[in-house]
């Protein structure tokens, strides 16, 4: 993923809660990390989501989720999530993720896509509910206009 692109890397350790009875992680953990990921990046770039979506009335809304697994993650090992947001329309959002071992191995790769929607959960177009969010948006990431 691009370092000057809209992007982050978090790093963690994976819980034993996140494993099965195998050792392995439990596959469905790697949404929670997409989650924890892409919250991160938005804050990291100052659009805490409490304060930047909800307290607006707003909410980022998965649309699809999907991960292709490549290598198994195990409790108690050290990962980093590279997190970068692929593309920002009026009504969507689609962030991308790799997931890397602590030998630097690519574990996972998956993405998520996401609609704005309001607190009567109807779909919205940013720029035309928004505008002085939408802009802000597109002055820390000019690069992901469409």
């Known amino acids: 993923m691009s370092k000057t692109s809209f992007s982050d890397i978090m790093e963690r350790t994976v819980a034993w809660s996140d494993g ?30 409490m304060e930047t979506f909800h307290e607006r009335g707003l909410a980022l809304v998965c649309l699809k ?3 292709e697994y490549k ?9 980093t999530i590279h997190t970068k947001l692929a593309s920002l329309s009026r009504t969507r959002v689609l962030f991308m993720y790799q997931i890397y071992n602590q030998k630097g191995e690519l574990t996972a790769i998956g993405r998520t896509a996401h ?27 000019p ?4």
């Open 71 to 79: 290598k198994m993650v195990r409790p108690l090992e050290k990962i």
């Open 20 to 49: 099965d009875a195998a050792g392995i992680t439990y596959y469905a953990k790697n949404f929670e990390w997409f989650t924890d990921a892409y919250m991160k990046l938005l804050d990291k770039y100052g659009f805490s989501y």
């Open 115 to 141: 609609a704005f929607v309001n607190d009567r959960k109807r779909p919205v177009n940013l720029q035309k509910s928004h505008p002085t969010l939408w802009r802000a948006l597109h002055e820390k990431m």
């Open 65 to 67: 989720a999907d991960c």
């Open 143 to 146: 690069e992901q206009r469409r």
